[in-house]
């Protein structure tokens, strides 16, 4: 996957995998995703039912998708390419990668703000955070 196996760094601007690829990269994959693979001339069609965009800027970001590990490139007569991973394994990889950092840098506070933050936004989840908590007390005994 990324290089030395670890995503690039989450910014705080942006929504979502803007965070941490490019809006472009970002909506090349979403395209990819949705197909399931296709070639770059079915990736701008796709792109230019949103707003126009060159050939060539398309052909550049899949071969950052490439150059990344995200995107296999498949030369069946003519360039296919394909998502490495579902958009919701990556998300749990670049959301993994986040967590790990944040709680490696900033410890109990990180954990104390995420359980507020997961109350403000949603009280609901709390629920969820209880079952994770408990099936991984559960595993350890």
Do not use: Y
């Amino acid at each position: 996957m990324w290089k030395n196996g670890q995503p690039p760094a989450f910014g705080l601007r942006g929504h979502g995998l803007e965070r941490v690829l490019g809006p472009l990269e970002t909506d090349v994959l979403e395209v990819l995703w949705n197909k399931g693979r296709g070639t770059a001339r079915e990736v701008v069609t796709e792109l230019e039912r949103e707003r126009p965009i060159a050939f060539n800027t398309v052909m550049t970001i899949l071969k950052r998708l490439c150059d990344k590990g995200l995107i296999l490139r498949s030369d069946l007569g003519v360039a296919v390419f394909s998502p490495c991973l579902t958009k919701e394994d990556l998300l749990a990889k670049v959301s993994r990668n986040v967590a790990d950092s944040l709680v490696e840098d900033f410890g109990e506070a990180a954990i104390v703000q995420f359980v507020d933050s997961v109350q403000r936004r949603d009280p609901e989840l709390l629920n969820e955070l209880r079952r994770a908590i408990e099936a991984v007390r559960k595993e350890r005994s």
